[in-house]
């Protein structure tokens, strides 16, 4: 059964830093694609980072290019979202993503299993 099991968010003042972890268990695949997805009250959902493990490379979204870093633990198919700088505007639930293929990386509806959401609160 495959399962993502998602940590490390909380709350923060603008300006802090917060990691996700997100572990992928239960895949018969040693590569995968695991993606960082987030949903503010009336938003849709929209994707913020993306990798595929195994060192095949990484996407972020422009919004959080140069604060946020998305990157692979020394475990196969962990995945970690190093957030810096944290703005107001990057107050959300954010979900763990994974998928064996993916024609969009950023694109939610490629992805099959999801966490279950933690969430990111940012106070100014």
């Known amino acids: 059964q495959a399962q993502l099991v998602e940590s490390g968010g909380g709350s923060v003042q603008a300006g802090g830093s917060l990691r996700l972890s997100c572990a992928a268990s239960?895949?018969?695949?040693?590569?995968?694609?695991m993606g960082w997805f987030r949903q503010a009250p009336g938003k849709e959902r929209e994707g913020v980072a993306a990798?595929?493990?195994?060192?095949?490379?990484?996407v972020i979204t422009d919004s959080v290019k140069g604060r946020f870093t998305i990157s692979q633990a020394h475990a196969e198919n962990t995945v970690y979202l190093q957030m810096n700088s944290l703005k107001p505007e990057d107050t959300a639930m954010y979900y763990c993503a994974a998928a064996p293929y993916v024609g969009s990386w950023l694109d939610a509806r490629w992805y099959n299993d999801w966490g279950q959401g933690t969430q990111v609160t940012v106070s100014s």
């Open positions: 990798i595929r493990t195994g060192g095949g490379g990484t």
């Open positions: 239960g895949y018969p695949y040693s590569k995968l694609y």
